[in-house]
Nanobody
Framework: QVQVVESGGGLVQAGGSLGLSCTAS????????MGWFRQVPGKERQGFSC????????NYADSVKDRFTISRDNANNTLYLQMNSLKPEDTATYYC??????????????????????????WGKGTLVTISS
């Protein structure tokens, strides 16, 4: 059975750092583009970073550019997100998504990115990140 599981959320002080991971199982990991999304209560879920199947191409929303880094380890079926210089407005539930044969697509409406997929798509259940001031 396919599983996508995020981990690493928690409470961090403003200015601090936090690393998230997303481990996928039951799928051919390098068939999937991967993305990170986040959702704040009262707002729509927004994609802010995505990465090509190979890890060779990454994209970031302006809101996180130069602070967050997305990466992947295909040998271990794991997606990572390193978050630095965290701000209270980064508080959200963070989700990873796996898009089979997917590509990153700019979302002009939301200001971030979404994953276009040509196969199946899987989502984790999310991990909460809270930034205190």
């Amino acid at each position: 059975q396919v599983q996508v599981v995020e981990s690493g959320g928690g409470l961090v002080q403003a200015g601090g750092s936090l690393g998230l991971s997303c481990t996928a199982s039951g799928l051919v990991f390098d068939d999937y583009a991967m993305g990170w999304f986040r959702q704040v209560p009262g707002k729509e879920r927004q994609g802010f970073s995505c990465i090509k199947w190979s890890g060779g191409s990454t994209n970031y929303a302006d809101s996180v550019k130069d602070r967050f880094t997305i990466s992947r380890d295909n040998a271990n079926n794991t997606l990572y997100l390193q978050m630095n210089s965290l701000k209270p407005e980064d508080t959200a539930t963070y989700y990873c998504a796996a898009a089979q044969y997917g590509v990153c697509v700019a979302d002009s409406y939301g200001g971030g990115y979404y994953l276009a997929h040509y196969g199946v798509e899987y989502w984790g259940k999310g991990t909460l990140v809270t930034i205190s001031s």
